[in-house]
Every structure is written in structure tokens, then in C-alpha cells.
């Protein structure tokens, strides 16, 4: 049976300290229309899509870092975002969005949410799990900061897949499947979230698809030259970009295989104030492996492909059979164990 949906990743291009985020919100509208143009179902915009980067920056006033932010409880609503939330409604387009949080507590998160058109309501949100960076600059003047573990707080709400109704016609829903007939590749599909940072560790994919999940889809921030953070051995400052993008690439081809699923990763990428360089690269992957659609700038663009969601169902069900080939009794340490642990010495 086909689950075929047309699916696309908008990556955004420079975004400078001072742009408002009206404008940023303008160009986001431009992409989703360019989708609706090209009959896609669903887009999915990068980590901290409305504003550049500023976790780069320190911002010692509280009211100049809450300008980052939004607040209350529904995203949809937030003044400036709303045009974006609305023409998702209008063009009948589900839409992933990455933005700063700040709840009511005043608890700073790297959330997104998935916003179904045909519910007109967010399904899921997701909360960044793996933080990278600092929580203090660097003492070098010259360093790239990336102060993520200062302004915000670890993820709180796990890895939560969630179906999405409405993509894929002609499934089985609980009323009409067979008592102890397999759902694998049936049902509404299966998708997941995750942000920039998290697509490099393995344990977040896989609590995705121990849930089954057909798509996981993330947004990202990554510099092109992060030498402070990476520790690389020096290098041009082009090598560094294209090993960055390499790891990107790596990390994302390899889950997607491992995990039986396909994925889209969206780049905020560019020259943000004309000299912090963000790699572009976002893609579509196959639950092969292989890259169906990539970027070819670092500017605002719209990377589409139809997906055949069943195409998961073969590893899903023969080389990654979870419930025939894991030994979860081998597995214990990645439960109970944060950092390393060596061996005694010899
Ligand atoms: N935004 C984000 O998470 N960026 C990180 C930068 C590298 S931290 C060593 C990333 O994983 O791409």
C-alpha cells in the first residue's frame, strides 16, 4: 500500500541581530506559499527560525533577551508569528517551526511544534534535549560562542511520537483495525522531532523509532567554523565548513538507516551580520539512507520530494525488527551511565 506525501524542508538564509521578527516571519510566508505552489503537505523551518542565532551572543539585559523569545502558552497566537500559523491554516499546510520559549515560570526552552492544518491546533511540541555550548564565553575575543546551556534549560518533555492525521488517505484507524493484525505502515503516519544539536545522538533517534516512527524531522543551527567548541586540529576555515556539513550529513544518513525512517533537516544558513557563517545542507533522506533532495545554497529555499512512506516498512520488519533482533539485556550502561567509564588499567 502507498503513503505517499509530498514533504519539503524551507531552510532560511542570513538573519541579522537587528531584523525583526515580522520580516523574518514574511519570508517563512513566501516559502510556504512557493509549497503550496508545488502541492507540498508538509514543511519543516529550522531551529530558532523567527530570529538569528543569539545564543552566540551574550545579552546581559533581561529585556533584551526576552525580545528573543516567545511567551505564552500557544505559539499560534504569538503576535508576530500568527501571519505564519494562519497561511499554514489557509493553504492547508502542516508546518514545523523552531522558536526560543520562555514559559510562565520564566523557564527559557529550544522548542518546536508541529501544527496540523486540517486540526488547526499544534499536535506535538519538543523540547531540545542535548544543549551544546558554554554556559560563559569564551575568553577569546575572537571565539564563535554558542551559550545555549545559559539561556536555556534541558528539554522536559522526552522523545513523544505522534501520528499525523489527514497526509496519507485510506489507513486504518482504531475502529477499523483487526484485532492482532500488524500496524507497521498502516495507520496515520508515525513522526518525531528533534532540534540541531540532539541529530547527533543516537539514543534520541531510537527512542523514536522504538515508537515506530515513518519520519523525524529537525531544524538546525550549525557554524560553519566552531573551533572553540569543535577542538579540531587547526584548519581553513573552508575545510572546517565542509567537515561540518559532512558530520551533518553523516549523522543524518546514518539514523535515517538505522532507524528504518525518513528525515528532513532544515538549515538556518548564511552570513548572519555579514560574518557569523551557518552551514546550509538541509536534505530529505531515505530510510536507505540515501539524500532524495538536498539544498544548493545558503539562502532562503524550498528542497521538496515526494516520500513513499511505506518504503520504511521493509526495514522496519527484516534487518531493523526491533522486537526479533534487540538484546536489550546487553544494553544496560546506556540507561545508568552519563560519561565514560574506562576499563581498570593494565
Ligand atoms: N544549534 C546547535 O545545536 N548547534 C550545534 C553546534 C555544534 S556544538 C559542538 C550542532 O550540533 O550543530
Known amino acids: 500500500m502507498s503513503r505517499k506525501i509530498t514533504v519539503a524542508a524551507a531552510q532560511v538564509g542570513a538573519i541579522d541581530l537587528s531584523t525583526p521578527k515580522k520580516d523574518v516571519v514574511e519570508r517563512l510566508v513566501k516559502l510556504l506559499r512557493e509549497a503550496a505552489e508545488k502541492k507540498v503537505q508538509l514543511v519543516v523551518f529550522p531551529e530558532c527560525t523567527l530570529t538569528t542565532f543569539f545564543p552566540r551572543h551574550l545579552i546581559g539585559l533581561q529585556e533584551e533577551l ?95 511520537g505522534f501520528r499525523v492525521p489527514s497526509l496519507v488517505q485510506n489507513v486504518v484507524k482504531k475502529e477499523t483495525a483487526k484485532e492482532g493484525e500488524s500496524t507497521i505502515g498502516k495507520g496515520d503516519p508515525i513522526m518525531g522531532m528533534l532540534i540541531c544539536n540532539d541529530r547527533r545522538w543516537p539514543e534520541a533517534w531510537r527512542v523514536y523509532s522504538l515508537q515506530g516512527a515513518e519520519l523525524i524531522m ?93 518504503d520504511c516498512v521493509q526495514g522496519k520488519t527484516r534487518t531493523f525488527d526491533y522486537g526479533r533482533h534487540r538484546r536489550i539485556e546487553t544494553y544496560g550502561l546506556i540507561d545508568k551511565q552519563t560519561g565514560v567509564v574506562e576499563p581498570d588499567l593494565l
Open 66 to 160: 526576552d525580545k528573543f523569545f516567545e511567551h505564552g502558552e500557544d505559539i499560534t497566537q504569538s503576535p508576530d508569528v500568527k501571519p505564519l500559523f494562519d497561511e499554514a491554516k489557509s493553504l492547508g499546510i502542516d508546518v514545523s517551526v523552531g522558536y526560543a520559549e520562555r514559559t510562565p515560570d520564566g523557564t527559557g526552552y529550544n522548542t518546536c511544534v508541529y501544527y496540523s492544518a486540517s486540526e488547526d491546533k499544534v499536535l506535538s511540541k519538543y523540547r531540545k534535549v542535548h544543549l551544546p555550548g558554554t554556559k560563559e564565553p569564551f575568553e577569546d575575543p575572537d571565539a564563535v560562542n554558542q551559550l545555549e546551556k545559559r539561556y536555556f534549560t534541558p528539554g522536559d518533555l522526552g522523545f513523544q
Open 218 to 310: 529537525f531544524g538546525f543551527n550549525t557554524g560553519g567554523n566552531m573551533a572553540h567548541l569543535w577542538g579540531s586540529k587547526p584548519m581553513s576555515l573552508e575545510k572546517a565548513k565542509t567537515e561540518a556539513l559532512f558530520h551533518s550529513r553523516l549523522v543524518q544518513q546514518a539514523n535515517s538507516y538505522m532507524n528504518a525512517c525518513f528525515s528532513i533537516s532544515s538549515a538556518r544558513c548564511g552570513l548572519d551580520d555579514g560574518k557569523y557563517d551557518l552551514i546550509g545542507g538541509s536534505a530529505i533522506v531515505s530510510p536507505e539512507g540515501h539524500v532524495i533532495a538536498e539544498a544548493k545554497t545558503e539562502d532562503d529555499e524550498l528542497v521538496v520530494a515526494e516520500i513513499d512512506l511505506a
